[in-house]
């Protein structure tokens, strides 16, 4: 067999190798990587809304948190607390509710501890239905801090300066949990 007709078969067998391993990894990179198509299943908001002189009950400075989910959620938990920027707080009992998709709870005090500037903290845990990871998810989150005089709401941080918690913005009063098909939550 001649030299030329033994380089011919080399280079049509390393053709055919080569061929065979594109196929080979284009086949399992589709297998591996091809994500399945999921899609939103749920989304929960949970929002530490800002400190203010209540229209509802007279004579109090009132903060809110909220759990609110477009599907039941196998546990929701909050503690909300009203912060002020000298260290005092007031707290009700932290709530605990199986089963439900919303919840909201008010931590309040008198207008004679104002005015002064406030801020809302919020701390929650949801549980997610079987089959999501995680399956729950725990944090906390705070509004800014607003100064507060009974009849009267402004933004500020305290004394006057800029708010030295880095959580106490106005972009970190909300977040939102989305929960896909393929079992993830994600955090916005």
Request: hydrophobic share 40%.
């Amino acid at each position: 067999m001649g030299e030329a007709t033994r380089s011919s078969r080399r280079k049509a067998r390393y053709r055919i190798r080569a061929a065979l391993a594109a196929a080979l990894a284009a086949a399992l990179a589709i297998a591996v990587v091809a994500p399945a198509n999921a899609v939103v299943v749920s989304v929960c908001t949970i929002k530490a809304n800002d400190p203010h002189a209540s229209t509802h009950y007279s004579g109090t400075i009132n903060s809110v948190g909220t759990i609110s989910c477009s599907t039941v959620m196998t546990e929701l938990f909050i503690d909300v607390t009203l912060e002020k920027s000298t260290g005092a707080s007031w707290s009700p009992p932290s709530i605990d509710y199986f089963g439900q998709s919303y919840l909201a709870l008010n931590a309040a005090t008198s207008c004679s501890n104002g005015p002064g500037t406030f801020r809302t903290r919020v701390n929650y845990t949801l549980e997610f239905p079987p089959g999501f990871t995680p399956v729950y998810t725990a944090s906390w989150l705070y509004s800014p801090w607003k100064s507060v005089a009974c009849g009267l709401t402004l933004a500020a941080a305290p004394n006057g300066t800029a708010a030295a918690d880095a959580r106490a913005t106005a972009d970190d009063d909300a977040v939102t949990l989305t929960i896909m098909s393929d079992g993830t939550v994600t955090a916005s």
